[in-house]
């Protein structure tokens, strides 16, 4: 399958994120203006702003409520509709931007840069899910806790989840303020001190949105949960270690997480990621057969999505060396369950998910050095202190330090599709 | 101090949970109508409609911000004016429904019928954070689990908490549908079996609103905790003991809670309360000196809030027994926290809350037999099983049975206030 050609020259480039076959959406508006947050799509460099193609009568075509939902200041609605409604709003766009697109002259008129946006979080998340879904990250951190019982039996059963904080998800580019609270003084100790945190880390996650969601007392099928996954962003779910540590039990982690999760502002859909579905990697030996609600009978399918987490300091920035790579991830590889299974599992039990809400994978770790997804692993809990080309070490993350993740899909024969960067930088709490 | 009268006749009943005292807030519409969702305030038996009043210019004395945010169709936007504004607006209703009032034919014309109404969740909850603030129900549970090391020593030193699910905030009447899942069969054991929960419980717990909130990284301080909470309702926490032992490590308690929750469709706001402040319990002779931001400089209080469960089966009503009361909690007596300690918790970290968020006191329990706050308490696991007037035993909930929560302040000399009902019975999954 070649690429598929845009008249947007930027589109071309071999590197971009957003070639014609990716179209991600987001919620922007003119960096630093009054507008009302709008819909836009990426491609190449360019955004095409979905409200201004609804006022110019581009997108006609499509029917009156995928319409409405353009021009909405978030992506709930749209969503709401299901991925067969995206899937038609995407083939519309992509008539429109296609090298052959007749009358590119209204739609050039809707294309804005997109260094002169800013975007917010692109969908009003009612709940907020995050899972643990690699089982080297379970393994990492529980060789930390319980070097004779470190995978717990429960993990190869079900997808373990917990209810994360909406309220606090963020968008690409906000600061991360250093949280402060009762933090355990060391692994083991019952001693306690109040500050802010000494062991800040970060996460390295997928997102997914979800779609119509279900009602009430009615569980999603696995083989219909797929569909209900309209997109996928990247996430980083930050952690203070030491305040999680001690306040964790019994009912989980609730200040060492909710104080910030940020998000890539682009919503990649389903469609483009078509292509790089795959196979699920096979269950562990040790685990045992699933109950019938995880285990498809149709298709099992995953997405072939490599991670990049990037991590610069102050001193390094201010000797322009470029960010560093500290982790490479690949969720096909890294987590033990589809997002099919993680949306199946979550309303088994008649939870009702709702347009928007947002599913994270879990910490990506895979089994090799470097494929760690937090410094927690990555320096055996700051044992192994990370080298940086500046000389200098991290244990956890300090402030300044920005940690930057991308996320691409990349085959040969296929087109390359990224997913824009997931940004931030600590600072001290105001 | 003395009851405020009313000319609203049953508001004088000495039975009311709605003396002119109380008015607490409420959404509603007419039973069965497509009416647009519309706030009230409770007065006897009867609802005063604040959208009509503010048609009829009944409200024109306050603010222009006042009068918008009674027109919308959830409390939100006036618990974002904050209790000063809240404060403010009780007064001129209370103005209105006072006995001396002048011209009551106009405000009449605004109030209607309790018994036709249909209610909603009283505000759109950002996020539902439930907290474990019971030593009784700690050690109770923790005996269960831990003979020789009950409660844990993290407890004692911060308010433990997790974040609850949103999306299945129910208001009373709602049923609640029996949750399936993968659940562990027995005490200790790593057996489980797929299926409807055997362990159906309910959880007596106090809700609070929150007002204002804060901006992320800011966190509020203790002594400013309290003006955060506009109002209080009652909330059951449904949980199924078997899907949450199974799943509950590492990351809490996930399908085994978020399927149902249930509150009251009644706001007491928090000036309705205020005869009821009452010094908290004394520290439990272990636990260590408080860290500063939970340490009030001021004036330290929480409520004299009594709750009362009632449990009735299909066989009792079959029978017309009455519903058989099954526990009574006090919460100034079984919280070893405040409202304004949690709220101070919550943010230290910098974790913003947003106006209408919700807060669960956690399970209240107490020291006496027959004040347990939840059947795996009250049941010892199943091991003591209720005695009901039927004949019949219950170790946890069965299909058809229903339980109300009913809350009340009561003290000689101040006017007895109530909040309602939070009921529901449990149904087989549709």
């Known amino acids: 399958m070649s690429r598929r050609l845009s008249w947007v020259a930027s589109a071309q480039d071999e590197a971009t994120d957003f070639p014609l076959d990716n179209l991600p959406l987001c919620v922007f508006r003119r960096a630093g203006s009054a507008q009302a947050w709008r819909i836009g799509a990426g491609i190449g460099t360019q955004i095409l702003d979905l409200r201004a193609a609804v006022t110019a009568g581009l997108l006609d075509p499509l029917s009156a409520a995928l319409i409405e939902a353009c021009s909405q200041p978030s992506l709930n609605a749209l969503f709401a509709l299901g991925t067969d409604a995206v899937g038609a709003l995407?083939?519309?766009?992509?008539?429109?931007?296609?090298?052959?697109?007749?009358?590119?002259?209204?739609?050039?008129?809707?294309l804005l840069a997109q260094a002169e946006v800013e975007h917010t979080v692109p969908a009003q998340v009612g709940d907020y899910t995050d899972f643990l879904s690699s089982y080297h990250h379970a393994y990492n951190v529980g060789m930390m806790l319980r070097p004779?019982?470190?995978?717990?039996?429960?993990?190869?059963?079900?997808?373990?989840?917990?209810?994360?904080?909406?309220?606090?998800?963020?968008?690409?580019?906000?600061?991360?303020?250093?949280?402060?609270?009762?933090?355990?003084?060391?692994?083991?100790?019952?001693?306690?001190?109040?500050?802010?945190?000494?062991?800040?880390?970060?996460?390295?996650?997928?997102?997914?949105?979800?779609?119509?969601?279900?009602?009430?007392?009615?569980?999603?099928?696995?083989?219909?949960?797929?569909?209900?996954?309209?997109?996928?962003?990247?996430l980083n779910d930050w952690s203070a270690r030491d305040i999680q540590s001690w306040e964790t039990q019994p009912l989980g982690p609730f200040l060492g997480k909710n104080f910030a999760t940020t998000l890539s502002p682009w919503v990649v859909c389903t469609q483009a990621l078509a292509p790089y579905r795959t196979e699920p990697a096979p269950r562990r030996p040790e685990a045992p057969a699933l109950d019938a609600y995880l285990q498809p009978a149709g298709e099992h399918w995953t997405y072939e999505i490599h991670l990049e987490t990037r991590l610069s300091t102050p001193a390094m920035r201010e000797r322009s060396l470029p960010a560093v790579v500290v982790s490479r991830s690949l969720f096909s590889r890294d987590s033990v369950w589809t997002f099919a299974q993680m949306v199946a599992h979550h309303t088994v039990n008649g939870c009702n998910l709702r347009p928007g809400d947002l599913l994270g994978s879990g910490t990506l770790s895979g089994p090799d050095v470097g494929s760690e997804g937090c410094m927690l692993e990555l320096t055996r809990a700051g044992s192994k202190p990370l080298q940086l080309p500046s000389g200098e070490e991290r244990r956890f993350l300090e402030d300044g330090d920005e940690v930057s993740i991308t996320a691409f899909c990349e085959r040969p024969g296929l087109p390359r599709i990224g997913f824009g960067q997931c940004v931030a930088r600590i600072e001290q709490a105001p």
Do not use: M, W
């Open 90 to 110: 995407r083939s519309r766009l992509q008539d429109l931007l296609a090298e052959q697109a007749p009358d590119t002259n209204k739609t050039a008129g809707c």
């Open 148 to 234: 004779n019982d470190p995978v717990l039996p429960n993990f190869h059963t079900i997808p373990i989840a917990y209810h994360g904080r909406s309220s606090s998800l963020l968008v690409s580019g906000e600061p991360v303020y250093r949280p402060r609270g009762v933090q355990r003084v060391a692994h083991g100790s019952n001693d306690t001190r109040f500050g802010p945190t000494a062991r800040l880390d970060l996460e390295v996650e997928l997102g997914a949105f979800i779609g119509p969601g279900n009602r009430r007392g009615h569980a999603i099928p696995v083989d219909e949960a797929g569909a209900q996954v309209v997109g996928l962003c990247v």
